[in-house]
């Protein structure tokens, strides 16, 4: 085996975005683009030469290919060891822990999250730095100026090495572990949630039904509800991951997940159904009956954390996205802790959560997640919510309702409209920024305006300030619409419009959302124009 330098052109313009570098496969596949890209994120990070790097990926199409490639580039790249999930496989937080627990210098998790795989779907690239979260936009901008320059790439002669066998080899100098991507993952979990009461819960007769939608929680899951808590056999469907995860969208809302919200409002619903994403961060939870909305969950994990093993020192404060409801920050208010509001994506909580600032945070996207690792993690999630059923000995009904009457309900929902052409978009936000400063006082749709701004946050850690983060419109009676772009689709522009309105009266809690909500929805739409810009009538996905 030998050390190839391969010449290349550079792939100028594609910076990477909150969530790494995502991109239709084919423009993976292509000669070249893969290792182009890997190789600027090998030199933006300041080499991996003497480092230790983990690897591993949801199962995607593509996924094993491209580590192979990936595992000769770091060997010609001089690192010491690769830690690699056996299969090339590592969920995303399980990816985060082993970055933690063996003191490597950053990882490369492949995947693109909730997005379908597949020779016709997307792709994607992370680097996550050494506190295991994903990199600082420093770090992201020194491999997005390296794509313009790089003109070559290191690779090791040779074939791909075996990834099917878990134990160490060598690849030319480089050490090569191949580890049980589960194994670690159970181990932290052990620590942080009780599996004697939960297991207890289980011999109950209490029933969960968890969908993995053929991504990478289904070994995860297996392992831990059906063999270590004792869940019935079969309370894990769709657990198998597959290259094109069975031809869905891997992304556990409403739409993609219907089989379970079906079955959730059915006669024969078990107590508890939960379903995570792709690459296993994100989580949706409900009872019988009822769903749980993601920024509720951030709510009640937050109001009932304390109970849960790992937990029992309690809150030190809660951190929130955005666009996710306020309902977060009545918890926060009343535990007398900090609450944070941060712009859309997992990487702006990893500095308060170093800082031990926070110990759960989450986003309106179905993500929940706490300091056991640096980023969201879906399977921990349901385990907690397991957790706190098993010490509160209520069902998820109860809690919820108690919950709304002791805190108030921030009813919510988040309205899509996918695959707009970009200018349309653009040009929205132009216009919207634009009359930013003339909305105070003007009424929408019977709404009156208080106040409207472009998001800017200043992070308390580092001083840094990321502006324009979305807008936001706050009316005088109480509610909130938010508008925003998607920064991780891969089709035309995404508009993201969040809406919410607090009610604090129990005799009002059991309404639909989208009813309570329509003067809400009639309003930014009359600010935004959405309806008449787009062409569209309705949303493409309501969660
Ligand atoms: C979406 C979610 C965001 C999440 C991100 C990565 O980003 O809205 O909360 O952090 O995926 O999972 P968006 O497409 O809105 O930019
Ligand atoms: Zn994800």
Redesign the pocket.
Known sequence: MTIETIAITPIAGQKP???GLRKKTAVFMQPGYLEAYVQSVIDGVGGVAGRDIVVGGDGRFFNDTAIGIMLRMLAANGAAKAIVGRGGLLSTPAASNLIRIRKAYGGFVLSA??NPGGADGDFGIKFNVSNGGPAPEGVTDAMFARTKTIDSYKILSGPAPDLGHIGVTKLGTMTLEIIDPVTDYVAMMRNLVDFDRIRALFASGFRIHFDAMHAVTGPYAHAILEGELGAAKGSVVNGIPLPDFGGHHPDPNPVYAADLFKLMFSADAPDMGAASDGDG??NIVLGKGISVAPSDSLALLAANIHLAKGYTAGLKGVAR?M?TSRAADRVAAKASVEAYETP???KFFGNLLDAGRVTICG???A?TGSDHVRE?DGLWAVLIWLDILAARKQSIGEIVADHWKTYGRDYYTRHDYEGLPSDIADQMFTDLRGALATLPGRSFAGLKIEKADDFSYHDPVDGSISAKQGIRIFFQSGERAVF??????TEGA?L?VYLEAFEPDPAKHALDPQTVLAPVIAAADAIAGIKSRTGRTAPDVVT
């Open positions: 975005g909150t969530s999250s909730h961060d994100r996205s666009p859309t994506g997992w986003e309106e996207s993500g969201k925003r772009l998607s920064g991780t689709g995404t993201r």
